[in-house]
């Protein structure tokens, strides 16, 4: 596309507003018949900004909508009028480079939240990108995590260390740091031995260590 700004009219605002390669949004001179005829003259309309994008106040083209008045991001104006209606599965307008102030037409482009999402990696812009180490202090390095993506498209890293020791924990294996137990390692303590620990000092543990040592000799009387 040349360099130069071009203007198109706004999807179903033809006639009245127009948005630019560069983009601004203009009102074109228009006269409004009512009980009186008035005339008004086109002009650069102001931007404001509402979470972090540039939008602007439009008039609504039904003069009977009970919204005479609606706020539009303006890289969702120039998105119609210069790249056409979205596709199905992407109708969100993404900034290439990830700065929602910067609406130039060569940076903006129909997607999705997963193409938004991979947008900010590239960027490294995206919060769970930006991160060096999971919650548990577990450094990412290439083979310590995998990438998991939402129903809503969304990704996020999993910290695998954290994860195996989980697993460890559920299946009530030792572990050491999160590291897998290596052979030759100290086998898990059976019943009867945890239970002689247990009756060092509890109560519980030493009537049911009595137990197991009259079974025993019960069944030493019967051989």
Same mark, same amino acid.
């Given at each position: 596309?040349?360099?130069?700004?071009?203007?198109?009219?706004?999807?179903?605002?033809?006639? !009245?507003?127009? *948005?630019?390669? +560069? %983009?601004?949004?203009?009102?074109?001179?228009? *006269?409004? +018949?009512?009980?009186?005829?008035?005339? $008004?003259?086109? &002009?650069?309309?102001?931007?404001?900004?509402?979470?972090?994008?540039?939008?602007?106040? /439009?008039? @609504?083209?039904?003069?009977?909508?009970?919204?005479?008045?609606?706020?539009?991001?303006?890289?969702?104006?120039?998105?119609?009028?210069?790249?056409?209606?979205?596709?199905? %599965?992407?109708?969100? #307008?993404?900034?290439? @480079?990830?700065?929602?102030?910067? @609406?130039?037409?060569?940076? /903006?482009?129909?997607?999705?939240?997963? !193409?938004?999402?991979?947008?900010?990696?590239?960027?490294?812009?995206?919060?769970?990108?930006?991160?060096?180490?999971?919650?548990?202090?577990?450094?990412?390095?290439?083979?310590?995590?995998?990438?998991?993506?939402?129903?809503?498209?969304?990704?996020?890293?999993?910290?695998? #260390?954290?994860?195996? !020791?989980?697993?460890? &924990?559920?299946?009530?294996?030792?572990?050491?740091? %999160?590291?897998?137990?290596?052979?030759?390692?100290?086998? &898990?303590?059976?019943?009867?031995?945890? /239970?002689?620990?247990?009756?060092? %000092?509890?109560?519980?543990? +030493? *009537?049911? @260590?009595? /137990? $197991?040592?009259?079974?025993?000799?019960? !069944?030493?009387?019967?051989?």
């Amino acid at each position: 596309m040349s360099d130069e700004e071009q203007w198109r009219a706004v999807p179903d605002f033809e006639g !009245i507003y127009e *948005v630019s390669t +560069r %983009g601004q949004v203009r009102s074109l001179d228009r *006269v409004h +018949r009512g009980q009186r005829t008035r005339f $008004f003259k086109g &002009k650069i309309l102001r931007q404001q900004t509402g979470r972090g994008y540039l939008t602007v106040m /439009l008039r @609504n083209a039904n003069p009977g909508a009970a919204i005479p008045m609606m706020q539009i991001g303006v890289h969702r104006l120039m998105a119609l009028a210069f790249l056409g209606p979205p596709q199905a %599965g992407f109708d969100r #307008v993404c900034h290439i @480079n990830d700065v929602r102030t910067d @609406n130039r037409i060569e940076n /903006l482009t129909w997607g999705n939240a997963s !193409i938004n999402g991979q947008h900010s990696v590239a960027n490294g812009r995206h919060y769970e990108a930006a991160k060096t180490h999971c919650e548990h202090g577990h450094e990412y390095v290439e083979g310590s995590h995998s990438v998991r993506t939402a129903k809503n498209g969304r990704t996020s890293r999993v910290c695998l #260390v954290c994860k195996r !020791i989980e697993t460890r &924990k559920r299946r009530g294996r030792p572990h050491l740091n %999160g590291e897998r137990i290596q052979p030759g390692a100290p086998r &898990k303590a059976t019943i009867p031995e945890r /239970l002689d620990a247990a009756a060092d %000092g509890d109560q519980f543990g +030493r *009537v049911i @260590n009595s /137990l $197991f040592t009259a079974m025993e000799h019960a !069944i030493e009387e019967d051989q």
